[in-house]
């Protein structure tokens, strides 16, 4: 695995959430009450930016047509046939780091 820093952990508090480019990646770095999670910042509508979205209460919600996720999980909350894909995530020594090389199947059990 190829974990690279991408935010101090301090700079992102529970609740929010920031997009950032890794190896020209699109990638939504957030962190909840359960922890930080990684996901490809790519609505599966029409492929906007989340980042540019919002997070309430858990979801993370597309501004473009107001699709939804559950941000602990990255699956469909309204439409529930959609996901996102997650990114291998950790914090470790002030700093969050993601592998965005890692199969998304990988990811996914990781982050359950």
């Not at 047509?65 to 995530?89: D, F, I, K, T, W």
Request: net charge negative; hydrophobic share 40%.
């Amino acid at each position: 695995m190829a974990f690279e820093p991408v935010l101090e952990a301090e700079e992102l508090w529970i609740g929010e959430m920031r997009g950032v480019t890794l190896r020209g990646r699109r990638v939504l770095v957030l962190r909840t009450e359960d922890g930080v999670r990684a996901y490809e910042d790519r609505c599966a509508h029409l492929g906007l930016p989340l980042s540019l979205g919002k997070l309430e209460d858990g979801v993370i919600t597309c501004r473009a047509h107001h699709y939804q996720y559950a941000a602990c999980s990255g699956c469909g909350v309204n439409p529930e046939r959609v996901r996102l894909r997650p990114y291998p995530v950790r914090v470790s020594d002030g700093q969050i780091a993601v592998d965005v090389d890692e199969p998304a199947e990988r990811a996914a059990e990781e982050q359950a």
